[in-house]
């Protein structure tokens, strides 16, 4: 299939970039030209070929860069990946599915073979070659969601669910928009989602979580989330708020276009076989925002929205302050032509 | 002084009632300064029932953070059991001991501040004891305890927004955004896009 892994960091000298090739598949949250909080969910099915959508765990160019930045991560602060005791077998129905899941989707990169619950798992990118006792944790070098995660991009949490409630009891989050598993582990859905504004007014948690608490195996369901983030920093992590918060003074008519970047998380959840939780992979893709307007129609579209979001999400999602220079530099790529319905770019 | 009366808020932050009696085996009251009067009311409203309440009482009474006494008046009611504690940090390990042995049938009345109430509320449900078993009502002092979410050492009986953690000296603004398993709010560093701009530190929880 011929992926090439790029070189680059997510911190330091910021040297992450997209190819032509990542921003044309760059998961657009944006179907039309407004947006606010919905029950946004759609059965995680496989995708047209080449997008972000065609396999179950979408894996692309920054792959190895992002497992080295994650590594780094935990290096600096275990405390990004936990899980509370009960949580064990949750974590090897996640790394079973990551790890079939890989395998089935690329089988040059990755592959599983089984011999009862003696399996041999192989991760040809990150040279990993692995035998292990399935559901024994004792023949891995981590716990089971730790030892996978390490090896998947993205954040991923494990949500037991008892009380007509999920509770979010493990998870290995270092690619986070500005939220903290540490102290939000063990909280409940309403609990965890406390901070967004407007949402439970809607009654959007209300429904979602209605919704989740009847998920079925092997029908899972996906959603986008977007944000923005100054430099391609992968870690906007609340723990390291002082080391970044800086930066969101900094951006200038000058820099806004290079510095600039959309945060989107591709999530998904999918109801895990023997312990019934529900994981929870949240996929982070970055863009900035001058390689963005390379595709007309979300230049135009990034535009609109990003006038017109209410207050209270532009200040929840951290760039009001900046939002006026923002749109100043996206209006130079909106004719005022009308966009097409769907976030897919227009053919050439 | 009766019970406190919070502004609605986020959906993590705690809510408290008002304590009632309820039948049980066992009814362990840990409260601390004005929580005293929680219990001294919890006993009046339950009648008939006060007796029985009390002959199968155990209490766990300690100041408050604003100094506020009352042992004498909980030693008063004649409980079965009536522990003053200096603190709530000497207390815990009696609390857990109480709380280990316990039977069906417990019951579990908190009262007094947050910091007490959500301290001891997390040994509760770390004894595996169910939520409905557990009754809180808040009294007197509003002061928090704080998370920093940076360094993570806990502040206890912040007054002001913001206030700098005792810990790594940050100045954290408070949020509401609540952790029962850390039984604390969060803290978050106020000037950390623009370094050095930091507000007054005004007294708002008192
Ligand atoms: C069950 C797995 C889920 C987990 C673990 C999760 C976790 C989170 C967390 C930690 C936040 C940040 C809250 C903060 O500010 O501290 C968040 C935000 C949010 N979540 Fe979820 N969530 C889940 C599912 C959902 C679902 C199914 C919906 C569907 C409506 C949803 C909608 C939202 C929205 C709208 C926000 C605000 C995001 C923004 O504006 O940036 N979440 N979620």
Known sequence: MGLTFNTETFRGDFTF?????????????????????????????????????????DVDEHYLSEMRDRALVLAEDPLRCQSLPHMTLAGWDLLELIMESKARDYPDLFELHKNGN???????PMQIDQSFTFLDETTLPYGPMEYITRQAQGDFTLQDQRDDNLW????????????????????G?????????????????????????????????????????????????????????????MITPGNVGSRMHLRVELQTLHRLPRSNAIAFPIRCYLIRFDELVTIPKWGRRLHRVIRDLPVELATYKGFERNRATMVDYLARFDDGAPTSPGWMPDPE | MTKTDFPPSIRSRPVYGELAYRPGSLHLMVADGEGANALVDLVARAGAEAPGLLARAHIIYMPGPNGTDLSAVVQALGAAQFHRSPSYASAELRLRKVLADARMGLQVYLAGTEGLIGQ????????????????????????????????KGITENVRTDPFVCAHCGLTLFVRDHYSRRLAAFQGVNIDAEDPGKVPPLVERFT
């Not at chain 1, 003696?118 to 040809?124: A, L, P």
């Not at chain 1, 029908?219 to 391609?232: G, H």
Request: net charge neutral.
């Open chain 1, 17 to 57: 970039h997209n190819s032509p090739a990542a921003i044309r598949r760059f998961p657009f949250p944006f179907d039309r030209d407004d947006y606010m909080y919905s029950v946004n969910m759609e059965p995680h099915v496989p995708g047209p070929k080449g997008t972000v959508f065609e396999h179950n765990f």
């Open chain 1, 118 to 124: 003696r399996w041999h798992w192989i991760n040809r």
């Open chain 1, 168 to 187: 979010i009891e493990a998870g290995m989050v270092t690619t986070q928009a500005d939220w903290s598993l540490d102290f939000d582990i063990g909280m």
């Open chain 1, 189 to 249: 859905f309403h609990e965890w989602h406390a901070p967004v504004p407007k949402a439970h007014e809607l009654g959007v948690f209300d429904r979602a979580l209605k919704f989740l608490l009847k998920l079925q195996h092997g029908a899972p369901v996906r959603r986008f989330n977007w944000t923005m983030t100054v430099d391609p920093l992968l870690d906007t992590s609340p723990e390291n708020y002082p080391v970044w918060g800086p930066t969101r003074a």
């Open chain 2, 120 to 151: 001891a509320q997390r040994e509760a449900m770390a004894a595996g004891l169910p939520h409905d078993a557990v009754q809180t009502e808040h009294r007197g002092a509003t002061v928090r305890r704080v998370q920093c979410v940076h360094c």
